[in-house]
Structures are given as C-alpha cells and as structure tokens.
C-alpha cells in the first residue's frame, strides 16, 4: 500500500521558517515527479512547487519562487519543502503528492498526481 506521510507543520510567526517533510512508504518515487500542493480555507487546492524525478529540475508558484525551496532525497524516499520569509499568506494545508511510476514530468495540476498525503497545517501569525 503506498503512503505519503506529511511532517513539519506548526504555527509559526511571520518572517520566519519551517521545514515540510513527507515520509514515501510502499514503492519508491525516485522515478517519479513529486510536488506540494496548498489548500487555504475556502480556496482551490494549488501547486506550491514541483521537482523532476532525478531532482534536477525544480519548479515553483510565483508566490514562493525565492522563499521555499523543494527537494528529495531518493536514498530515503523522502520529499521536502525549506519554507523561509513565510506570511500570512501561506497559510494552508499542505499537502504531498507523487505522479505515477515512469511519470516523470512536473504538473502544476492536481489531476496529473496520482498519491496524495493527508496534509499537514501551516499557520503564519502576523
């Protein structure tokens, strides 16, 4: 069975960082495209950032390019997301997600993912 287990989540204040990380258990993703996604409250679900199967090749929202910073680790079948300068703004859910096996290509679409996590919340006070 194949999980994504999101962690790193909190309250934090304004001008400050936090670090997501998600857990792949199940198969592995290093052939794959992975990505975060947010949901604010009452908002769409929305592509955050996106990395290539290899790590190479990186892809971010206007709204955090020079802020977050996405990465993976193969060896440990882990995702992460290095968010720095946060605001209130990033406020949302959070969530992991992976394209299938072979699909190695990043889409900023929720449709082109095929696992998900459960989210993990982040909350920026100003």
């Known amino acids: 069975q194949v999980q994504l287990v999101e962690s790193g989540g909190g309250l934090v204040q304004a001008g400050g960082s936090l670090r997501l990380s998600c857990a792949a258990s199940?198969?592995?993703?290093?052939?794959?495209?992975m990505a975060w996604f947010r949901q604010a409250p009452g908002k769409e679900r929305e592509f955050v950032a996106g990395i290539s199967w290899i790590g190479s090749i990186t892809y971010y929202a206007d709204s955090v390019k020079g802020r977050f910073t996405i990465s993976k680790d193969n060896a440990k079948n882990t995702l992460y997301l290095q968010m720095n300068s946060l605001n209130a703004e990033d406020t949302a859910v959070y969530y992991c997600?992976?394209?299938?096996?072979?699909?190695?290509?990043?889409?900023?679409?929720?449709?082109?993912?095929?696992?998900w996590g459960q989210g993990t919340q982040v909350t920026v006070s100003s």
């Open positions: 997600a992976a394209r299938a096996h072979l699909a190695t290509v990043v889409l900023t679409t929720t449709g082109g993912y095929e696992y």
């Open positions: 199940g198969r592995t993703f290093s052939s794959s495209a």
